[in-house]
């Protein structure tokens, strides 16, 4: 239908096609027979608000499951989970007459700072990207659109639309672009959301290279790229650069920008009408499936449940010296308000209304058959010590063998529209902390935060940490199956929990000044960093713990092919050493030579859960390409594998890893090419090449030198980084400049022999 259909469509129509009717439906044009469809978010609920509404998560929206953010499903490692949770929102887009859902965000957390980070999986790419496509799949499953975004660098909160990400093209290839490169070639969303911020100058809205020769040309992205809510700057250039539809209706202003640019011969209109093209295949596709016969409403009860399970498969548990899981006959009290009002989705425009909520405090009672002692002890909002909510909390806790303190992050301190300038937990709630340790109670802690907080410090007053993340609307229940070993914990940490702040490595340049900011750590994120300084972290990438205990041995690693063709299987046998059935994340991280860069130590490159039961053991299976041991060259701009010795760890997290082998590398060496540019100390490091530069700079007889002093050790030395053409105008060098191109010759034949 599109071509017929553009055919009959005056150029004003196809202009208003590229842009929103309203805040989230597309331009309908009745006399063409061209419908609107609906956008909603995302990304853990399905967002629809009946008639006009908002994009920053303020004003209503229908009933929908909550369910755990992606900073929570991050921590499940679970792309069969992610991929259920996808479908359920599917179904329920689809009852909801939304067409596309707009999610999910695979930015990478750069910095624990971030504002969004309950709206991103994970520090790791590789992570963000496998869950990604997961979800993404799950969602278009039940013939529902996803859309990945925020393409790409968009990283921090402040100044967001305008901020300029500064970064170097190996760090973009190797960390911020494989998530949306493995979503978009794996589960192939029907569109991608371009970022607000710019890249290295150039909005991300309004860029060729990004939106054209990269998505499409080299990823080979066919769907429909839409601009985040009010991005677009520049209407007739992001047009240029591939951005196919504006969001949300700018009024016609910038429709009749991009008119009078065809008119005036600015924008050809073959740009326009591939853009129009692209926005009438995705409403034709849209509406096609939302015609196909699927049930009216979804299963409330049974989504909520899902919600429960998945919220099971999320939560971290950070530190147990056996504490947990609670027996029935404990008494057990709880403090904090947080208990009883859960903190359970971040704010902004992934904000939902749920269909139902769980409090800990209600699960808690149901699980244990009785009534348990509790005190609020802090209010959330407000920041100062209330001395009569602590002394009750005392006063609890004081009669209880355990108490479980829920603690976490004030609503208000973490948003979309603002990033966090502190990983601290409020000082009224660390005050009270420390008044129910001090009754002798055993200290059982439950986080609620989207971002990352800073346990060192107090987390030596607990027995154990179970970190919550943000959970859905079922994280109560969840919760309190943990608590009571109904559920044994198997959620692992997708990000870093650093000692401080100081530690982490965009401490300096987070979020920038001036309308930059300049990724200076370059590959060195997360994990990556903490790893290569040797540095120590609260909690490491990867981990937590279980009411089980897992073995692993017998690591084979298979090697065929070489180079472009490398193919290595891994494989171990894991095995449930503890009396409760348990899921174990087995992760696999490469670390691979360079002569040329500087490399991670190792790289998170797969993963796999795996449920066993007590005394069982598999064998997890993974396989690893060339990819997985190259690095983004950012000279000769791809990938590139060098030869040597790498090391393929398995193991339980980024720190602790149990079995190690080595993959013996065989690629060409880099071909390094010598030119009167190059440097004095490359033309030695050719093999044969000294002797050919001893044989042309010779001094005359009388001097009684064999060669130019430039030559001896300490002159190799000192001179190595002096390009030969300007070493030859050195008195003492004795080299003929007009020679040079045909040494660099001869000593180019000698390299390819
Ligand atoms: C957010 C997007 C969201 C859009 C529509 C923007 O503020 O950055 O993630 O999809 O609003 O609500």
New binding site residues.
């Given amino acids: 239908m599109p071509d017929r259909v553009l055919a009959r469509l005056t150029l004003a129509e196809r202009a208003s096609l590229t842009s929103g009717q309203s805040l989230w439906l597309t331009q309908a044009i009745d006399r063409a027979g061209v419908p609107s469809i609906t956008l909603s ?2 990304p853990h609920g399905v967002r629809r608000q009946p008639a006009g509404g908002d ?2 998560g303020v004003e209503h929206s229908l009933p929908a499951t909550c369910f755990p953010p992606a900073v929570a499903l991050g921590s499940s490692w679970d792309a069969d989970l992610v991929r259920r949770v996808g479908e359920a929102l599917g179904r329920e887009a689809r009852a909801m007459d939304v067409q596309v859902l ?1 999610g999910p ?1 695979v930015n990478i957390k750069r910095s624990p700072l971030c504002g969004r980070n309950f709206e991103y999986f994970s520090e790791d790419p590789h992570l963000s990207g496998v869950l990604g496509a997961a979800l993404v799949s799950g969602v278009q499953s039940q013939g529902v659109g996803a859309c990945v ?2 393409f790409a660098a968009n990283n921090q909160e402040t100044d967001r639309l305008r901020i300029s990400a500064e970064i170097d093209e190996r760090t973009l290839h190797e960390i911020y672009l494989p998530a949306f490169h493995h979503v978009v070639t794996t589960a192939r969303p029907w569109l991608v ?1 371009s970022a ?1 911020n710019r890249l290295n100058g150039v909005y991300a809205s309004e860029h060729p290279w990004l939106l054209t020769e990269l998505l499409r040309e080299q990823w080979g992205f066919r769907g429909v790229v839409v601009s ?2 009010g991005a677009v700057d520049d209407r007739v250039a992001a047009l240029r650069a591939g951005l196919d539809l504006e969001m949300p209706s700018s009024g016609g202003g910038t429709d009749a920008s991009l008119v009078a640019a065809v008119e005036s011969g600015r924008l050809d209109p073959e740009v326009l009408d591939v853009a129009a093209g692209r926005v009438l295949d995705l409403v034709e596709r849209a509406t096609r499936h939302a015609a196909e016969p699927a049930p009216t409403g979804w299963d409330a009860g049974g989504h909520h449940r899902l919600a429960r399970e998945a919220a099971a498969q999320c939560a971290v548990l950070l530190k147990n010296d056996g504490v947990l899981p609670l027996r029935p006959a404990d008494r057990v009290a709880i403090v904090g308000e947080f208990a009883r009002t859960p903190r359970y989705q971040g704010a ?2 992934s904000h939902i209304v749920p269909t139902r909520l769980d409090d800990l405090l209600t699960e808690m009672r149901a699980l244990a058959g009785r009534e348990p002692a509790f005190a609020p002890g802090y209010r959330p909002a407000e920041t100062g010590r209330c001395p009569e909510l602590e002394e009750e909390a005392v006063r609890v806790a004081g009669g209880a063998e355990v108490t479980v303190v829920c603690l976490g992050l004030p609503a208000a301190d973490e948003s ?1 529209g603002y990033d966090r300038t502190h990983l601290e937990l409020p000082a009224n709630q660390l005050a009270l902390l420390e008044r129910v340790a001090a009754t002798g109670t055993r200290v059982v802690v439950v986080l609620s935060n989207g971002g990352v907080v800073r346990l060192a410090g107090w987390d030596h007053l607990a027995a154990a940490v179970l970190e919550g993340w943000l959970l859905g609307q079922a994280g109560g229940g969840a919760l309190a199956d943990l608590l009571y070993g109904v559920a044994n914990p198997c959620g692992r940490l997708a990000e870093t929990i650093p000692l401080r702040l100081e530690d982490t490595p965009s401490y300096l340049t987070f979020p920038g000044e001036l309308g930059a900011v300049r990724y200076g750590e370059g590959v060195f994120v997360g994990y990556r960093h903490h790893d290569a300084v040797g540095g120590q972290v609260g909690y490491p990438f990867g981990h937590g713990l279980s009411y089980t205990r897992f073995g692993y041995a017998d690591l084979e690693l298979d090697q065929q092919g070489t180079e472009e063709d490398l193919v290595v299987r891994v494989s171990a046998r894991i095995t449930n050493l503890g009396e409760r059935t348990g899921r174990e994340v087995v992760q696999v991280y490469v670390g691979a030579p360079s002569t040329q860069v500087r490399r991670p130590e190792r790289e998170l490159r797969a993963f796999g859960k795996v449920e066993l039961a007590p005394g069982e053991s598999a064998v997890v299976r993974f396989t690893l390409t060339a990819r997985d041991f190259s690095f983004y060259h950012p000279l000769r701009r791809r990938w590139t594998l060098e030869p040597g010795t790498a090391v393929v760890h398995v193991g339980a997290s980024s720190r602790d890893l149990r079995l190690s082998g080595e993959v013996t590398l065989t690629a060409e060496p880099p071909r390094v090419v010598l030119t009167p540019e190059s440097p004095l100390a490359d033309w030695a490091a050719v093999p044969g090449g000294l002797e050919v530069l001893r044989r042309e700079m010779r001094p005359p007889a009388e001097t009684g030198q064999p060669h130019s002093r430039f030559l001896s050790d300490s002159g190799l030395r000192m001179a190595g980084s002096v390009p030969l053409r300007r070493l030859a105008r050195f008195p003492g060098a004795y080299l003929d400049p007009d020679k040079l191109e045909r040494l660099a010759a001869e000593v180019n034949a000698l390299l390819s022999r």
Avoid: A, I, T, V
Wanted: hydrophobic share 25%.
């Fill in positions: 978010d995302g994009h920053l707009l965000g975004k925020h959301m607000y985040d809510w902004g425009s979309e």
